[in-house]
């Protein structure tokens, strides 16, 4: 009996010397099953307690137990320890820089284009102007005809036109949208259109499609002096309160009288001969202007003998480079991040 005792006790001490060496929870593993599996040692030495006489074997039975609970939490204070200690030498190893910054999401931002149409629009909206539009496919007539040029009118040629059917165009101006909104309700009307157009042309300074914002305010005894008062007042906020306009005659089919409107250079308010921008003009020109023709309102079912109006167009893009100070119109179409990421996220 004392033989099997110390057997008991042999394979158990020596199976607590290798759990206390185990360096890994795999070796513990393999500890585990060499002692207390099916054909591990101490289960051997259960085994042999057969051979005992009966009367021995409670004790025997009672110490192999004993060994074995013993066994078992060692192998789960180890199994512990070394868990802690893989959890340990993997933080080591990943270590974990909190203070770096992180990666920033992309956020888009508005297009040049689109702040400068919400900046005009946020300008003369709180005089009292609407937003509204009109399509960019459009019919010859509301093109042309409607606002005074008829199919052989002279400045059917400044339009470069693309005609894609039959009386249908690509609108080449904003325009028609006067007669559109005049058609569609009554007098008073005061409104801002602005969209895309479209001309059969293309070079550092022109696109085959860019952008126009339409101005049309009808009313009873609306003169050139309101016209001037609101153009007056938009340059002023668009570009500075120091900023002068200056209206010269010019011709639209559809305004009589008609004006081409220059505002102050911002840049070099007139002073510098080689200002990159105004030439040393001292002027630029934005926009196109004049009092809505009589013949319009009649087109359009008002009694010309009862109102009066004004309209004025400009190209966007034109005010997004005065703005911005882009020199070329080209950037504004390119859709290159490095240029349209410098208008930053507003919205
Ligand atoms: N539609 C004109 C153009 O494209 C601009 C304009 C609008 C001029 C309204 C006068 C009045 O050139």
Redesign the pocket.
């Known amino acids: 009996m004392s033989d099997i005792k110390a057997q008991i006790a042999e394979k158990g001490t020596l199976a607590l010397g290798q759990i206390t060496a185990a360096a890994e929870l795999a070796q513990l593993e393999q500890i585990r099953v060499s002692v207390l599996g099916k054909k591990g040692s101490l289960s051997e030495a259960l085994k042999s307690l057969g051979q005992v006489p009966p009367e021995e074997r409670p004790v025997l039975g009672a110490l192999a137990n004993e060994w074995k609970s013993k066994i078992e939490a060692a192998l789960e204070t180890k199994k512990t320890a070394l868990e802690v200690l893989a959890i340990e030498a993997s933080l080591e190893k990943t270590k974990l820089d909190v203070t770096i910054p992180s990666r920033k999401p992309h956020v888009g931002s508005l297009h040049p284009i689109t702040t400068t149409v919400r900046a005009i629009s946020k300008v003369l909206g709180r005089i009292g102007f609407d937003v509204t539009v009109g399509p960019e496919i459009e019919t010859d007539f509301l093109n042309f005809e409607a606002v005074n040029i008829p199919k052989d009118h002279p400045a059917r040629d400044m339009q470069d036109t693309f005609f894609i059917g039959p009386g249908v165009v690509l609108r080449s101006?904003?325009?028609p949208v006067q007669m559109r909104e005049m058609r569609n309700q009554s007098w008073p009307v005061r409104i801002l259109s602005p969209g895309a157009v479209y001309r059969c042309d293309s070079d550092a300074t022109h696109s085959p499609m860019f952008h126009?914002i339409?101005g049309l305010w009808v009313d009873r005894k609306v003169s050139m002096s309101d016209l001037k008062g609101v153009l007056d007042f938009f340059a002023k906020e668009m570009f500075g309160t120091e900023t002068k306009i200056r209206l010269r005659p010019s011709y639209?089919p559809?305004?009589e009288p008609?004006a081409e409107v220059d505002v102050s250079c911002m840049l070099c308010g007139g002073k510098n001969h080689q200002c990159p921008i105004c030439k040393g003009t001292g002027w630029l020109e934005i926009l196109?202007?004049?009092m809505v023709h009589p013949r319009l309102f009649e087109l359009a079912g008002y009694r010309p003998d009862e109102v009066t109006g004004f309209?004025?167009?400009m190209g966007i893009e034109r005010i997004a480079m005065l703005l911005h100070g882009i020199p070329d119109m080209r950037f504004l179409f390119q859709g290159d991040l490095r240029f349209l990421k410098q208008f930053g996220v507003q919205r």
């Open positions: 101006q904003t325009s126009q339409e639209f559809f305004v008609g196109g202007a004049g309209a004025f167009g």
